[in-house]
């Protein structure tokens, strides 16, 4: 079992970055796939970007490619989400999940992107980007 803990979240201008982190228990981090989920007032948990267990891969929302980076640090047990060029769109609780399953097998679980296949979650950081 891991638990998780997001940091980094508050408001922002629009334009402006924010980097949020992720910071996971346990000594089996690199054994996990991550992911950064986001959910606004009202609408459903989406999908963000999620990295490989050795962070060889990655994967992103078409919303936020191009202005988002996932990342992680397997030394520090931390995965990362650099956001740069952010838009009031992108107002939402963040969070952070983790799924032992693999990257490739991930796919028998809906994919990636699905809430569904994830098996921890962080209790999520605000980010507020104001016009």
């Known amino acids: 079992q891991v638990q998780l803990v997001e940091s980094g979240g508050g408001p922002v201008q629009a334009g402006g970055s924010l980097r949020l982190s992720c910071a996971a228990s346990g000594r089996t981090f690199s054994t996990y796939v991550m992911g950064w989920f986001r959910q606004a007032p009202g609408k459903e948990r989406e999908f963000v970007a999620a990295?490989?267990?050795?962070?060889?891969?990655?994967n992103y929302a078409d919303s936020v490619k191009g202005r988002f980076t996932i990342s992680r640090d397997n030394g520090k047990n931390t995965v990362y989400l650099q956001m740069n060029s952010l838009k009031p769109e992108d107002t939402a609780v963040y969070y952070c999940?983790?799924?032992?399953?693999?990257?490739?097998?991930?796919?028998?679980?809906?994919?990636?992107?699905?809430?569904?296949?994830?098996?921890?979650w962080g209790q999520g950081t605000q980010v507020t980007v104001s016009s």
């Open positions: 999940a983790a799924t032992k399953t693999s990257w490739l097998g991930v796919t028998s679980r809906g994919g990636i992107w699905n809430p569904g296949a994830y098996d921890y």
């Open positions: 990295i490989s267990r050795s962070g060889t891969m990655t």
